[in-house]
């Protein structure tokens, strides 16, 4: 079993802006496994706020033995051991996942979403997040995701409702929001989803902050949409934690350490009857992938990385009708 990797810098098309804070690229980590001549490919996403970086990746992968590691992969004694070797380091610890799950399939040849009992047919749609800009370059970016048949909106400043005006004089799609805890009184949020609602707004993310689960909660009681969990879940044991606080969670693999215990959350989540929704970092095609491969398994997706990076080093996977085309390729169906 051999272990590489490499980083890269995945170009945003537009600079990302949440909450006054703006980047131009994400730095990645693209891992690869090797066991008999074949190759599992897996990729971390490491987005600035979420603490991990290329050092970071880098000094947890010099750490890593997988010698240790017989086949068929037992997953669940990956994620101890990587969990025993430093707490944190989702990301990386993800990259290691997927290119095992990628190596899995290839190695059975089936594809991974067969390794979840994941029914290609039942794809959900996919949605494209608008990034807050100015009013012209909202036209443009929404005439660049017109394969998407849902949109989501970033919101949680004070142009809020300036922003939604700006996408509906444009486009009357289906929208999501994630407020990403940038609402700060809990009327106010629940008055302004009311509006949403009228605005053809379909679910609403992280409305407060993640360390005020009374005021999310308050919401969730009252709101007429759906609202999820993001920033107050990462893991499995986070599900625990917002029992009634949500209606839902935001299950990303860069956050779940990969795509068996985001599997694993997805399961937990229906016995805690949460809707899910599936999401993604800025990634290449390898992540994406990993991510639409459980999205079957899910009552929404939001797998944009491919329309909002400039410089995948990958194939894009095909998007027809508003959602991502899984394929029988074995694996994760990845084309170099
Ligand atoms: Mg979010």
Redo the contacts with the bound molecule.
């Keep these: 079993m051999r272990v590489s990797f490499k980083s890269f810098e995945l170009l945003l098309k537009y600079p990302f802006r949440i909450s006054g804070f703006a980047r131009t690229f994400t730095p990645v980590m693209l891992l690869e496994i090797s066991r008999d001549g074949i190759t599992g490919r897996g990729e971390a996403s490491m987005v600035p706020y979420m603490g991990e970086s290329v050092e970071t990746a880098t000094r947890f992968l010099s750490k890593v033995d997988l010698t240790w590691l017989k086949h068929p992969f037992n997953y669940q004694e990956v994620i101890h051991y990587l969990d025993s070797l430093e707490e944190g380091n989702p990301a990386v610890k993800a990259a290691i996942d997927i290119a095992l799950h990628d190596l899995e399939g290839k190695l059975q040849n089936r594809p991974c979403y067969s390794l979840f009992n994941s029914d290609p047919e039942k794809m959900p749609l996919t949605s494209v997040t608008i990034g807050i800009d100015s009013a012209e370059i909202i036209r443009q970016k929404v005439k660049e995701a017109d394969a998407a048949r849902v949109l989501k909106v970033k919101l949680g400043s004070e142009e809020d409702k300036v922003l939604i005006e700006a996408i509906r004089s444009v486009t009357d799609k289906p929208l999501y929001v ?1 407020a ?1 805890q940038g609402w700060t009184n809990k009327e106010r949020a629940l008055d302004f989803i009311y509006l949403l609602k009228e605005a053809g707004v379909e679910l609403i ?2 409305p407060m902050s993640k360390n005020d689960p009374e005021s999310n909660a308050w919401i969730t009681e009252r709101s007429p949409l759906p609202i999820i969990a ?1 920033e107050s879940v990462q893991r499995l044991g986070d599900l625990e934690k917002i029992k009634g606080a949500y209606h839902g969670v ?1 299950i990303k693999l860069m956050k779940s350490a990969g795509m068996h215990e985001a599997w694993q959350m997805i399961e937990r989540s229906r016995q805690l009857n949460l809707k899910i929704l599936i ?1 993604c970092m800025s990634e290449t095609s390898v992540a994406t992938l990993a991510a639409t491969a459980l999205a079957p398994l899910c009552d929404w997706a939001d797998i944009d990385g491919p329309f909002l990076t400039s410089n995948n080093p990958y194939n894009t996977p095909e998007f027809r009708d508003g959602k991502w085309i899984l394929t029988a390729r074995p694996g994760l169906g990845l084309e170099l």
């Design positions: 994630d990403n993310e992280q993001d935001n999401g």
